[in-house]
């Protein structure tokens, strides 16, 4: 047979009645996605300097399918015929399908933006398949997939991807995978110009778009302002100072732009497409929440999890966490609550964020709860789970919400740090968390200077850290020390720390102060809710009877374990009176919770 018969052959019927589709040449070679070097190239351009990561296998962001796994594929889509210039979604599109290729041949394109042109990221052949992580978040589509050959795709909807998930355990594996790989190739490609975050590096509004951008895993590029490349960028996109921070996507500018403002047009508020009512939403998205949600979704709850700020909680915040279960040489807070993320992703539960929760109506309206949330959304759903944890304390100085952001910071990771490296820091406290940032920032080339209150910096924090802080040769722990007075412009650049002991006051450069003194719990958005002294909430054998009011006298049963002493809420986690406060805790209170969940939901019918 030759080449030519092959081929039409192959164009009858281009995945069935042979061997592999892919070992025909050119036939359905595997997607061409983009690689890094475009984006590191680009970047040079910019004058930025090489990125240096690890390229993400191509076999896993384009896998090869064999005959029958890719025909089971075709089941869970509907055929469509395309021609060439067929536009299959473009940037700004909702709920995007999966896009398989049975025939014939697609691109996905960045758009041109003000400062770069269009560009082709992809090129998906017959046997391949178009698609990535936004399938799951729910994220707006933000670049175009057009026909380059005539033939057939199938649209696999988000519907029934979540059903493949769910049933096709071999199948879900390589494509959710294959999600996975494509949105770290995509971030490292000229894809990141989709989405270009401007400011200033130390801005608090500009960090917090950033530490949001970081959180949700968005493709995104950004600029300093204060470099050639920054600069360069906000004269083509017509932007001023003011307008900072800004965003620049195909088709808008965010001016001023903040988190909620940048989930509104990339579709990551709350919205609901099903008219059902939730059976579980969970406030939270803290490894408490993302615990609950993973099991509640995986044990086939319609589960929707919100967090106010963005996912991971404080333990996003924690550079190295040592004592997690499994992980002898620690995982970053960021990697374990990311991978976390996916996971309930994959079992199908809608996760909104930035997305605050304002009031619950202690009664329940039916059968339901409801939930209000800042925007004027209410969610009714069977079961609330509260994962909120503990806010911050911060120090009664003068100045102080003037530094917030911008030189006073609550967590230690890389891109607080990028600010002070090298010069000099303070970190205030003396738990493990406070222990943790000394050791992390003092490994960034930082004098640090360890303010402790208390007399013995033994006293609260784990014996492996102080050995490891007294060893290093930049930290100086100062106990019975208390920070004083904040001093600065725009930036704080000086801190006073008085000594206790003798009342004397020294003032010292300090270009971060890292605040690490405890919290309170996040619940003053509740009311009727039973609470200890402290303000954190008590559950099940907590409660007492003048607690529980007359809704339980019809319910016939006792709290359920984690359930408050309004009936059908939950509460888990650090918000959790006499929790402790610990990543391994949290997961498994959250994890323990659906169990009640499940049970309590029972009780409604
Ligand atoms: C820097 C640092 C280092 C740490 N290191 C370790 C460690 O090494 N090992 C360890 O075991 N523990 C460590 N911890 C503690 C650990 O991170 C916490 O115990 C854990 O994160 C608690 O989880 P949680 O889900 O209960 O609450 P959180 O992680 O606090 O999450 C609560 C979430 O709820 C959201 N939220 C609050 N109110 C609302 C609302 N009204 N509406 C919507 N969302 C809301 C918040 O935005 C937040 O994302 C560390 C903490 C910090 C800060």
């Known amino acids: 047979m030759t080449a030519m018969d092959e081929r039409s052959r192959a ?28 984006l590191d190239r680009l970047r040079a351009s910019h004058g930025r300097r090489r990125l240096g990561r690890p390229l993400v296998p191509t076999s896993v962001a384009s896998p090869r399918l064999d005959d029958e796994l890719f025909a089971r594929l075709l089941s869970y889509g509907t055929p469509q015929e ?5 536009v299959l979604f473009r940037p700004g599109d909702e709920d995007a399908d999966l896009i398989v290729v049975a025939r014939g041949s697609v691109e996905v394109v960045r758009t041109a933006t003000a400062d770069v042109p269009a560009a082709t990221v992809a090129v998906v052949d017959a046997g391949g398949f178009v698609g990535e992580l936004n399938l799951l978040t729910g ?7 057009r026909v380059r050959g005539a033939g057939t795709v199938y649209r696999v909807s988000p519907e029934r991807l979540r059903q493949l998930m769910a049933i096709d355990v071999e199948l879900s594996d390589i494509v959710f995978k294959a999600l996975i790989a494509r949105r770290e190739l995509l971030q490292r490609s000229t894809a990141a110009l989709a989405v270009e975050i401007v400011g200033g590096a130390r801005s608090a509004a500009a960090l917090a778009l950033r530490t949001y951008a970081a959180r949700q895993r968005l493709i995104h590029l950004w600029f300093d302002a204060d470099t050639p490349a920054g600069r360069a960028m906000m004269e083509s996109s017509g932007l001023t100072e003011d307008d900072l921070p800004a965003v620049v996507m195909s088709g808008t500018t965010l001016k001023q732009a903040t988190p909620g403002g940048l989930a509104e047009k990339l579709g990551l508020s709350y919205r609901r497409s099903s008219t059902k009512p939730v059976d579980v939403t969970i406030v939270g998205a803290g490894p408490a929440g993302l615990a609950a949600a993973v099991y509640g979704a995986s044990e086939g709850l319609d589960t929707v999890l919100l967090d106010g700020v963005g996912t991971g909680g404080q333990a996003a915040a924690s550079s190295r966490i040592e004592n997690y279960f499994g992980f002898p040489f620690g995982l970053s807070g960021a990697d374990l609550t990311g991978l976390a993320v996916l996971q309930a992703l994959k079992f199908g539960a809608q996760l909104a964020s930035p997305c605050q929760a304002v009031k619950l109506d202690a009664d329940r309206n039916g059968d339901l709860l409801r939930l209000h949330l800042e925007g004027g959304e209410v969610i009714d759903s069977k079961a609330v789970v509260i994962a909120t944890g503990a806010r911050y304390r911060v120090l009664p100085l003068e100045r102080w919400p003037d530094f917030e952001g911008a030189g006073i910071y609550y967590a230690a990771t890389e891109l607080e740090a990028r600010g002070c490296m090298g010069s000099p820091v303070t970190v205030v406290g003396g738990a493990n968390s406070a222990g943790q940032a000394a050791l992390y920032l003092a490994g960034r080339g930082s004098e640090v200077s360890l303010v402790v209150r208390g007399p013995d910096v033994a006293a609260e924090m784990s014996a492996y850290l102080v050995d490891r802080l007294q060893a290093h040769p930049r930290v100086t722990v100062r106990c019975r020390s208390e920070v004083t007075r904040l001093d600065g412009g725009d930036f704080l650049q000086e801190v006073s720390i008085t000594d206790r002991t003798n009342d004397s006051t020294q003032a010292q450069p300090c ?9 309170e719990p996040a619940t003053s958005w509740l009311t009727g809710i039973a609470t200890g002294d402290d303000g954190f909430i008590r559950t099940d054998v907590q409660l007492n009877d003048d607690d529980l009011g007359p809704a339980w006298a019809t319910l016939r049963r006792q709290p359920l374990p984690f359930e408050t002493n309004i009936p059908g809420v939950f509460a888990v986690g650090d918000v959790h009176s006499g929790s402790m406060k610990r990543v391994a ?12 969940v499940h049970k309590a939901i029972s009780t409604l019918v």
């Open 82 to 86: 395309i021609h060439r210039g067929d």
């Open 585 to 596: 805790a949290a997961t498994g209170e959250g994890a323990s919770a659906i169990a009640s």
């Open 511 to 519: 270009s971060g102060l890292f605040c690490f003194i405890g919290a």
């Open 11 to 38: 164009d009858a019927a281009p995945w069935a009645g042979r061997g592999s589709v892919f070992s025909q040449a050119g036939l359905a070679r595997p997607a061409d996605w983009a690689t890094p070097d475009d």
């Open 139 to 145: 994220q707006n589509v933000y670049l175009l997939c």
